[in-house]
């Protein structure tokens, strides 16, 4: 199912790229051209076979739904909370300077354009993996370590999947945290694994539920692989803490399961990529685990549409050579590097900043309920906790997930005060007032 979707997406995109080439040769009747150049079935009125007519249609991913509903949406005090992409105190998106600065040396280089050897481009990868690590256990592992180049921390999950799927030492359960980011379910259902999921978080307390996920590590099956979350947990934003994670690796360990660790948001805790990486350096440094990390650089240097990552094993790949080349360049240059540091540092700085405000905000106007919770998660997403009836999108046109997870990235000081009313106006309106309950009471 999920290569058919690719094959689509693949001929979307040589379609366009043949009409761009048809209208730039053949000005004026680009269309006819087109119709006759493409494989028969992209035509709407070809007579062939149609291979995919009965292809099982994947249901629409709900947070790029919830982007093109806020795009189409034409009131001026919308907000955008549902994307997990960084945007700027003006609500721009933000282009990283280490990234134009890379992409200038780049520019300069005049590339070619060459096939990359089969597991990506070198240089990436071992700075990928170096970074992961940590300099010092990297040198020391190398040569155990395997890393291919993926096309972000989704394509990623896609190498790493197959891989876990037909090794014989593993067996096909993946433990899955529940809540969780969707994607997890259908990749690796996709793949055909059997996903087992495990409660993660106490929606009385507004945390992690430590007990139910070592209950979960006890009962799961030796050689079942699980899905652990580096750092920053989406939804929740709850992360164990690093006594918890030495208690969940030792469990592991014990019971011969397989962490393949998710790292979509590495360095967004202000700046700390040592914090963020700590899990994975534990598991493998420490425990002497093996563990497989599918990493992502989509969210940390802001390269949203071009989706760039590596597998610590894998095997496909496509070639985004060009990001995969500014994503090296700034991870093995020190003056890079550094810059890109400062970047993660402004980008979490100010995610912490909007946390604080709305906290603050809610606390002030008296939201019914408490919000401490949202002030000790961590990452860019934030989990307010409201029920479902609590509608924000209809009436106040605020775009967030059906779980109330918003990417805290959307805020800023210009929103940030309106939402904080319509969260506390929401909430007020959906819990009755006292003088109701004690009527109701009385009924
Ligand atoms: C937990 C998690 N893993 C992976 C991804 C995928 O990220 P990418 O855009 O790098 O494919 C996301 C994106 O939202 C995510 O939240």
């Known amino acids: ?106 520019a300069r280089l005049d590339l070619d354009h060459e096939y990359l050897p089969i597991l990506g481009l070198p240089e990436f990868r071992a700075a990928a993996a170096e970074l992961v690590f940590g300099t010092e256990s990297y040198a020391a592992i190398r040569p155990r370590i395997a890393t291919c180049q993926s096309l972000s921390g989704t394509g ?22 529940e809540p969780t980011w969707s994607n997890h379910h259908l990749v690796f259902s996709s793949l055909g694994c059997q996903v087992r999921a495990f409660r993660y978080y106490n929606p009385e307390a507004k945390a992690l539920d430590m007990n139910s996920y070592l209950d979960a590590l006890r009962s799961a099956e030796p050689k079942s692989i699980i899905i652990l979350y580096a750092c920053a947990h989406n939804p929740t934003g709850c992360d164990p803490t690093q006594d918890q994670w030495k208690e969940i690796g030792e469990i592991i360990k014990e019971r011969q399961l397989f962490p393949l660790f998710d790292a979509a948001y590495l360095g967004f805790r202000p700046g700390n990529f040592n914090k963020d990486t700590f899990s994975i350096r534990y598991f493998v440094n420490n425990l002497g685990l093996e563990a497989a990390v599918a990493v992502s650089f989509t969210k940390n240097m802001g390269l949203y549409g071009e989706r760039v990552g590596a597998t610590i094993f894998g095997q496909v790949r496509r070639d985004c050579t060009e990001l995969a080349k500014i994503a090296a360049q700034i991870l093995r240059d020190p003056f890079l590097r550094k810059m890109w540091f400062e970047d993660l540092k402004t980008m979490s700085n100010r995610i912490s900043l909007m946390r604080k405000t709305l906290y603050n905000l809610l606390v002030k ?79």
């Not at 693949?10 to 053949?26: G, H, V």
């Not at 680009?30 to 076979?49: A, D, E, F, N």
């Not at 408490?370 to 307010?384: E, I, P, R, S, Y």
């Not at 805020?411 to 004690?438: D, F, W």
């Open 1 to 106: 199912m999920a290569s058919f979707l690719w094959d689509s997406a693949c001929f979307y995109d040589l379609a366009l790229k043949a009409e761009q080439k048809f209208k730039t040769l053949n000005s004026g009747s680009s269309k006819t051209l087109m119709r006759r150049s493409l494989p028969l079935h992209i035509g709407k009125r070809s007579q062939s076979v149609c291979f995919f007519a009965a292809a099982p249609r994947l249901p629409k991913d709900a947070i790029f739904a919830l982007t093109a509903e806020c795009r189409d949406d034409l009131s001026p005090v919308k907000v955008n909370l549902g994307q997990g992409s960084y945007h700027d105190e003006n609500g721009f998106p933000w282009v990283l300077p280490a990234v134009c600065r890379a992409r200038r040396r780049l």
């Open 156 to 177: 990623s999950l896609h190498l790493a999947g197959p891989l876990i799927r037909n090794c014989s030492s593993l067996n096909r359960q993946v433990w899955i945290s």
């Open 365 to 443: 106007n008296g939201a019914p309920g408490t919000w401490d919770h949202f002030v000790q998660q961590l990452g860019m997403l934030g989990f307010l906790g409201l029920t479902h009836d609590v509608v924000l999108t209809d009436q106040y046109h605020i775009y967030l997930a059906d779980n109330s997870r918003i990417s805290i990235a959307g805020l800023n000081e210009s929103n940030v005060a309106y939402v904080a009313r319509a969260i506390t106006e929401c909430l007020q309106a959906a819990s009755p007032t006292e003088e109701m309950s004690a009527l109701a009471s009385h009924l």
